[in-house]
């Protein structure tokens, strides 16, 4: 057995693709229709790039509309998807390590709902409705994942997309992996605020053998 006995993942935008959700919230909050085309070009980026793109105003209060629409309109959930090769990749792992969830989705349902629909590996669900710049809300839920899956902080690892989610890990004593495929911050920042970053989500097999020294 290697030195790390549990995983700790996020949700969106690490093993969900969530960028259908996003755009559908931009519609309904501008009231517009997003073109394909473009939305294509900008839909990794985040809301109020996108915002701008579509010719308006990202001021504070606009943004933070598009936001509560994203993630507090549950029939919106339903067009998530995950990310290619996520469910494979967390169920080859969860067969080595114990996989926990935190997520910024309102209700750990949510959650549950899209793990079980795609066949992830279930484990225990930490949710709280968390927005920008409040990313930092984590560190209380990761030490709580931590007493949930029964590990020290020195033998998880935190998988996110976000740099307040290796900020937050770092807090907690954890070791932090950014994914970099969906997230909405440039990689260079990234790299600033998590311990190790990948590509994909299907690059975290490879890393995690590596930093067991070739114990998987």
């Known amino acids: 057995m290697g030195k790390f006995r549990a995983i700790i993942f996020d949700i969106d935008a690490t093993i969900c693709d969530n960028t259908e959700r996003r755009r559908r919230a931009i519609e309904l909050t501008l009231n517009i229709a997003v073109p394909e085309e473009l939305y294509s070009r900008i839909k990794k ?5 996108i915002i701008k793109a579509l010719g308006f105003e990202p001021n504070n209060e606009l943004v933070k509309k598009v936001e509560r629409c994203f993630l507090e309109n549950e029939e919106l959930y339903v067009l998530d998807r995950p990310i290619e090769g996520a469910v494979e990749t967390l169920n080859a792992l969860a067969s080595i390590y114990r996989v926990g969830y935190v ?11 899209f793990l079980k629909r795609y066949g992830f590996p279930i484990g225990p669900v ?10 930092m809300k984590k560190v209380e839920i990761f030490k709580e994942m931590l007493k949930r899956l029964e590990v020290e902080p020195s033998e998880a690892v935190s998988v996110g997309d976000m740099p307040e989610d290796g900020l937050a890990s770092r807090a907690a004593g ?10 909405t911050v440039d990689v260079d920042l990234m790299r600033n605020n998590f311990d190790h970053i990948i590509e ?7 890393l995690l053998a590596d930093l067991e020294g070739g114990y998987i």
């Open 126 to 135: 930490m949710a709280r409705r968390i927005g920008s710049g409040e990313g």
């Open 45 to 49: 980026k985040g809301f109020p790039h």
């Open 174 to 183: 954890v070791l932090s992996v950014g994914v970099a495929e969906f997230s």
């Open 200 to 206: 994909r989500i299907t690059d975290l097999p490879k």
């Open 103 to 113: 997520t910024g989705r309102p209700k750990e349902q949510l959650a549950l709902d």
